[in-house]
């Protein structure tokens, strides 16, 4: 069956350095996500991407957040300058049409 | 702005019960809803997804139910494994947007042998 992969499943970094967080979406799919889930918390969603732009971001997705697709198969999170607070597990997802997701396994940030 | 409730937060049953989880919207204006499997420290695994025109979806041992109109869904799990200890998550899809799913926070089952 087909998956999302992402990768690294674990990062540590320190605090202020930027971290970029990759994902490989189902190869046939158009609309890419990102969502995020503080240990403890409800998973939340950050950006949607679609035709190379954004289509949908959330309050959280500010300005040391970016999404790029640098090829026909990657999909990546950067975060410019690592908080405490950006420690969480990060999910990818991607879609054919509305509404079904695909979620990958994730990738444990640990900021320090 | 949509609220999603999942109750209980957690549920410990022996092996062979049949059990419910529910899960509870503020907005009825929804494209669809899905349930979500999260073992510990891994991704989410969809279990069922409900189109808002239908009543209800299964797969083997679980039947989800939605009822748009009172903001409700429930999973019913049959005859329940110890293989089925995992966080059920569900989350709705709003009528308008780009897939921006709103999750619960969870139900933590546990079942015991």
């Known amino acids: 069956e087909p998956e999302v992969t992402q990768t690294p499943s674990h990062q540590v970094t320190q605090m202020g350095q930027e971290v970029i967080l990759r994902c490989v979406p189902i190869s046939n799919h158009l609309y890419f996500y990102w969502y995020r889930q503080i240990l403890g918390q409800k998973v939340e969603f950050l950006v949607s991407f679609y035709n190379n732009e954004i289509s949908e971001k959330s309050e959280i997705f500010d300005d040391q957040f970016s999404v790029e697709r640098p090829d026909g198969s990657n999909f990546t999170l950067k975060i410019r300058s690592t908080k405490l607070e950006d420690s969480a597990m990060y999910f990818c997802a991607s879609s054919a049409g509305a509404n079904v997701l695909t979620f990958g396994a994730g990738s444990r940030l640990t900021v320090l | 702005k949509q609220e999603v409730t999942q109750i209980p937060a957690a549920l410990s049953v022996p092996e062979g019960e049949n059990l419910v989880l529910n899960c509870s919207f503020t907005d009825s204006a929804i494209y669809n809803l899905q349930w979500f499997r999260q073992d510990p420290g891994k991704g989410l695994t969809s279990l069922l997804l409900?189109?808002?025109?239908?009543r209800e979806q299964t797969s083997g041992r679980l039947n989800a139910s939605l009822d748009k109109s009172s903001g409700r869904s429930t999973l019913y799990i049959a005859a329940s494994q110890p293989g089925d200890s995992a966080t059920y998550l569900c989350?709705?899809?709003?009528?308008?947007?780009?897939?921006?799913?709103?999750f619960g926070k969870g139900t933590m089952l546990l079942v015991s042998p």
């Open positions: 409900i189109q808002s025109s239908q």
């Open positions: 989350a709705v899809g709003p009528a308008s947007g780009y897939s921006t799913l709103t």
